[in-house]
């Protein structure tokens, strides 16, 4: 179902994963190159142990109906420092560690945390996608870079955001009332389907259900295993 060879080591510096982003944002793809979407994921990590140890979490939902399918959550030791613009390499092992739980790979994912809306446009949606040559989405809860006016207060609207000249994923009312979110493709899957999904996938609160179910998984709060429909 995944990989069976990485593509790069995880204990690296920040130059050498400097250098590992630039060669893998070169395979990123932008465009729609999605089959079927019967299922849809969420995938998440929390630390613990003062950072020492990833619990990451994965929770598939069947689409568009939204109930929870299939889970997977696993604990391992952390690997790479917090270092801003490198989650990626900080959280994909334990990530990938509990997609390889699953009975099958879910059609869509979508990240906790940016695809290209990054300053190397290789945020944690955009690595995974490339790994698993797999359709993912950037869902991030705060402004990581880019510049943006401000987005109407209507359930729906969104307005891009750009950074040197391109645009790299929009921010997203997802709820009237509430902060938006910011959307970025993550690998195989063009902006304004990525929109579509991320709303497809958010009927009534702020985060897409997937996020929701897959931080409660990854945090303290999700110890105990979610009932499967």
Same mark, same amino acid.
């Given at each position: 179902m995944l990989p069976n060879n990485p593509r790069h080591r995880w204990d690296v510096s920040p130059d050498e994963a400097v250098a590992i982003q630039a060669e893998l944002r070169q395979e990123v793809i932008t465009e729609d190159r999605l089959g079927p979407i019967r299922t849809v994921a969420g995938v998440d990590a929390g630390f613990l142990d003062e950072g020492a140890t990833t619990r990451a979490a994965v929770a598939v939902l069947d689409f568009p109906a939204l109930t929870l399918r299939e889970q997977a959550v696993i604990t391992q030791p952390t690997t790479f420092p917090y270092i801003p613009g490198f989650l990626s390499f900080r959280e994909i092992p334990a990530v990938m560690a509990a997609l390889?739980?699953?009975? $099958? !790979? &879910? *059609?869509?994912? @979508?990240? *906790?945390?940016?695809?290209?809306?990054? &300053?190397? =446009?290789?945020?944690?949606? /955009?690595? !995974?996608?490339?790994? @698993?040559? #797999? +359709?993912? %989405?950037?869902?991030?809860?705060? #402004? !990581? %870079?880019?510049?943006? +006016?401000?987005?109407? *207060?209507? =359930?729906? /609207?969104?307005? &891009?955001?750009?950074? =040197?000249?391109?645009?790299?994923? $929009?921010v997203l009312r997802t709820r009237v009332g509430v902060k938006p979110l910011y959307v970025s493709p993550g690998h195989r899957i063009s902006l304004a389907t990525a929109i579509d999904y991320v709303m497809a996938c958010t009927p009534k609160y702020r985060l897409p259900e997937t996020t929701r179910i897959a931080d409660r998984l990854a945090s303290a709060r999700g110890q105990r295993p979610l009932d499967v429909q």
């Open positions: 390889s739980q699953l009975s $099958a !790979l &879910p *059609d869509l994912i @979508l990240c *906790d945390g940016h695809g290209i809306m990054h &300053p190397r =446009r290789m945020g944690i949606a /955009a690595h !995974l996608g490339v790994l @698993l040559n #797999h +359709p993912t %989405i950037g869902v991030g809860k705060s #402004h !990581l %870079i880019g510049s943006y +006016p401000a987005v109407p *207060d209507e =359930r729906g /609207a969104w307005v &891009p955001v750009t950074h =040197r000249g391109e645009t790299i994923g $929009a």
